[in-house]
Structure formats: C-alpha cells, structure tokens
C-alpha cells in the first residue's frame, strides 16, 4: 500500500520518472563539475550567467572553470579543496540538498561514476510496455467506435 502510495505521489503529483536512491560518499565531484540550466537552456556564456546571480544565493557560489559542447562549466567555491566537503553544509542551498535529480539527464548530463546515489526507473519496462498497449487498444476502440481509420 505505502509502495502504491509513494509511486502515485512520485508520478503524478511531482511528475517524477525516477526514485534517488543510495546515500552521498562525500567526493565532492558534483560540486566541481556543474552545469547550470535556465529558460533557454544550459548557460553558454557570462553575460547570461551575471544575469543569474541576482536570481539566487546559489549561482553567487559559482566560479567558471570551463566550456564543453553542453555549455559551462562551474565549481563551487564552498567546496573544501583538501576535504572535498562543503564548507556551508549546514547551510546549503535546496538545490544541493535535493541533488541529484532527474533534470540531469535532460541537460546531458549524468552522474559521476563513483557517486553512492542512483536514479531508478519507476516504472519498470514491462510496467511501460503494458500502458502502451492498453493506451493503443483504447485508441482502436475510439477509432472504430468514430469510424476513423486506426494509424
Ligand atoms: S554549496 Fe556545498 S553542496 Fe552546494 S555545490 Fe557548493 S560545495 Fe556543493
Ligand atoms: S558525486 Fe555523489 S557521492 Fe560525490 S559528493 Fe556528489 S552526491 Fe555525494
């Protein structure tokens, strides 16, 4: 039941296709290797970026090391370089408390190898398989039900 639950609310209340699961390890590599997202995209230059840092608290940590065929690319200046940990913990914006999320994945990007947390599918493919079989059945029907030609 609870699994039932959490399923229900992670799809179709939060729109979410994947569970984190695992814990952090403490390597600090997602704070030096970021890419950051707005309206049109993953940031390509600093005069978009100067933009960004008015937004939020977050962007003001960020410090441009670099530039790939995705865009930017930061590091965080609260990152200890000795102890790869953060230096504002306690205190850390929501966006490195909820990392890492799915919206990776539609920036390019993915998570670094040695990372203790994984994005699990939902649904499994068999799960995905069978919604998409009803879904078709439910369109024949329709389109018999009109008279319309089933494509
Ligand atoms: S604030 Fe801390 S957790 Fe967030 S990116 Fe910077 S070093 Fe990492
Ligand atoms: S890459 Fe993963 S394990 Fe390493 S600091 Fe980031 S969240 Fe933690």
Redesign the pocket.
């Known amino acids: 039941m609870f699994t039932k639950l959490k399923k229900f609310y992670y799809t179709k209340i939060l729109g979410r296709k994947y569970y984190r699961v695992g814990n ?8 030096r290797q970021i890419y950051v997202k707005h309206a049109k995209g993953v940031i390509q230059n600093e005069e978009d970026f100067e933009k960004l840092k008015h937004q939020h608290r977050f962007y003001t940590y960020l410090k441009v090391m670099g530039k790939d065929e995705i865009g930017l690319i930061f590091e965080c200046q609260n990152l200890d370089s000795e102890t790869h940990l953060c230096k504002i913990h306690k205190t850390r914006p929501g966006i490195c408390r909820r ?2 999320q799915e919206e990776i994945f539609t920036m390019g990007g993915v ?2 190898q ?4 994984s994005l699990v599918p939902i649904e499994t493919f068999e799960e995905v398989f069978a919604k998409v079989e009803k879904n078709s059945k439910k369109k024949t029907i329709w389109d018999k039900l009109f008279n319309r030609e089933s494509k």
């Open positions: 952090c390890k403490g390597c600090g590599r997602c704070c990392y890492p998570l670094s040695d990372c203790g947390y």
